[in-house]
């Protein structure tokens, strides 16, 4: 049994689990009893179904990530060599693809206008996967398509940045909290958006976000976010890739910060 849940933990990080293989997931880490080496993924699992049954604003969000944030004493999550493996390799290879991604959109946005009806229609299909009431009738795959129709829009509304807010928060499936998080990179001008980005690093405990997120930060040149990331590079319990990390983003929005006009 430990060992198919292994290989669909496997398939979860990769992005590759169905709607019924993520739903096992899930249950098998509302058990009491977890293996001890699977241990640091049921918080997680736990977390997200929780979190399923509610419709979070940027207010409650925010209130999350001061919870969340205060350290927990004796408390060490392990990760396995795969996942380690994931988590110095996955973030890299999203991030590169969803900048080529970005910047293609852009381009080709500069050459015409999109009709406001395929504004309409990409909303639409939008709201029908991410609401939370949807979640669990959708795959991780279906998510992320979902996520991915936002560069099709000219124009976004908070409820539309609010819905990528709480998927890159909420939900239960890496890949689409990584989709979500470079999604929003484009709309950093929009009300609230920097500020979740901020507020995120708090809730996050993934590595894989947590380097996305960093990047995010740094790429937008967030220097409100530096007190954060500073949090992450004293945090004994992130991992040394994330840490490498936080410290060059925070080298880079403090030099930013000092260089002549």
């Not at 947590?210 to 991992?239: G, N, S, Y």
Request: proline share 3%.
């Amino acid at each position: 049994m430990n060992q198919d849940i292994e290989k669909l933990l496997e398939k979860y990080y990769e992005g590759e689990t169905s709607l019924q293989e993520e739903k096992q997931l899930r249950q098998f880490f509302q058990q009491e009893s977890i293996p001890e080496h699977l241990q640091s993924h049921a918080a997680q699992f736990r977390y997200f179904a929780s979190a399923r049954t509610q419709h979070p604003s940027i207010a409650f969000t925010n209130q999350l990530a001061n919870k969340l944030s205060a350290p927990e004493p004796g408390r060490i999550i392990s990760l396995t060599s795969w996942s380690l493996r994931l988590a110095a390799s996955v973030a890299l290879l999203i991030l590169g693809f969803s900048a080529g991604l970005v910047y293609t959109r852009w381009q080709s946005g500069s050459t015409g206008t999109v009709a406001s009806s395929t504004d309409e229609q990409s909303a639409l299909a939008m709201k029908k996967v991410l609401m939370f009431e949807h979640l669990p009738k959708t795959s991780a795959s279906e998510r992320i398509q979902a996520v991915n129709q936002s560069y099709d829009l000219t124009q976004v509304d908070q409820e539309i940045t609010q819905l990528l807010i709480n998927t890159l928060n909420f939900d239960a499936n890496v890949n689409v909290r990584l989709a979500a998080c470079q999604a929003l990179i484009r709309f950093e001008n929009e009300p609230d958006v920097r500020e979740a980005l901020i507020q995120s690093l708090k809730i996050q405990t993934d590595p894989n976000i947590q380097i996305t997120l960093i990047d995010a930060l740094v790429a937008i040149k967030e220097k409100r976010a530096v007190e954060e990331i500073q949090r992450l590079v004293q945090d004994k319990q992130v991992l040394d890739v994330v840490r490498q990390k936080a410290e060059e983003g925070i080298n880079q929005l403090t030099r930013e910060g000092n260089t002549p006009s």
